[in-house]
């Protein structure tokens, strides 16, 4: 088939591009290789990818209409996977613009191409941060989620509208994916693991924010491309015997999905900056602060209806996933 990934320079667009590259597809990435965080980075993993001759990269702006509509004219895609977004929550706090522009037109324009060009089916990144102010775990695609607390989550979830929307009106089948904590090699500089062992490293005090009474469902990234590459098999359909009365945030009846993917097993953050000091081999000193704006205490994802559709539990543990981070991190930077 041929696949268009968005957001390729990123982090999970990166693996999952090459996981696909060698089977028989032919692979276009695009990303804008904004300066969120440090583009080297970016560069290094499509200096990776280049060397996969069924890899093609075209930098390009989602926001970039006509040539978001020049892409899919060129190409005709069998599968979308959109993981391009503007990132971060504490960002969102003084670049809320850039939200707008990357999360919600050019999201849009990826829904539009993919309408009109007959794209078989549309996988998209969600976040865990759409739960809010949920406070029932763990979370569930069943629970409500009207309770966004930054402009990050509220346009995850105007995503999930949005899909189900030109699911809806024009059969695109689509299904999102609500990640939660995506850590590994070549993950984000501002991720609380790359800069918790940069931090470590160079003899610096980490910040431990509601004075470490937080827990996350930490997800390996190579369990998060698995995840993937099984759910773009699974093409939602529709569902003629559903009644409104059945509603709610996962079904529908049009073709529309939504799952959480995460590894179901939350770790206490002090738990996890001990598995760090065990693969790093060196003391943390903590700066205990008070929660940030817009962040929440712990996060727990309920990977049932995941786990129902595509046969498939999370193999990598906390423990075993910091070392081999901790492993990449000291090679790529020589450490």
Not at 47 to 72: A, K, P, W
Request: with cysteine.
């Amino acid at each position: 088939m041929k696949f268009l990934i968005t957001g390729m320079a990123g982090f999970i667009g990166y693996s999952v591009a090459k996981r696909l590259a060698g089977k028989g597809h032919l692979i276009v990435g695009v990303d804008n290789l904004n300066d969120y965080y440090d583009v080297s980075l970016k560069q290094a993993r499509l200096d990776v990818l280049s060397e996969y001759e069924d890899i093609l990269f075209v930098r390009l702006d989602l926001c970039d209409r006509e040539g978001m509509t020049r892409l899919f004219s060129e190409h005709s895609f069998d599968r979308v996977i959109h993981l391009a977004a503007q990132a971060g929550v504490r960002y969102s706090l003084d670049n809320p613009y850039a939200y707008i522009d990357a999360n919600l037109m050019g999201y849009l324009n990826v829904l539009e191409c993919s309408r009109h060009h007959g794209v078989g089916h549309l996988i998209y990144a969600s976040s865990s941060s759409v739960y809010g102010m949920n406070e029932t775990v763990p979370f569930s695609t069943r629970d409500n989620v009207d309770h966004p607390v930054s402009l990050y989550a509220a346009t995850k979830k105007a995503n999930e509208l949005m899909a189900h929307t030109y699911s809806h009106l024009y059969d695109l089948p689509t299904t999102g994916l609500r990640f939660f904590t995506v850590y590994g090699p070549w993950g984000r500089p501002d991720m609380a693991m790359f800069m918790f062992t940069k931090a470590i490293l160079e003899g610096r005090s980490i910040d431990v924010y509601n004075h470490g009474d937080m827990s996350r469902d930490f997800t390996y990234i190579d369990d998060i491309v698995e995840s993937i590459m099984r759910i773009v098999k699974v093409v939602p359909q529709r569902d003629s015997a559903w009644h409104p009365t059945q509603a709610s945030p996962e079904s529908s009846s049009a073709p529309y999905a939504l799952y959480n993917i995460g590894h179901g097993n939350p770790v206490r953050l002090m738990d996890f900056i001990h598995a760090l000091e065990e693969a790093i081999g060196k003391r943390a000193a903590c700066n205990y602060l008070p929660m940030q704006p817009g962040d929440v205490p712990h996060t727990y994802a309920d990977t049932e209806a995941l786990n129902k559709v595509i046969d498939y539990q999370p193999r990598v543990g906390v423990c075993e996933g910091v070392k081999r981070f901790v492993a990449w991190y000291r090679e790529y930077h020589r450490v």
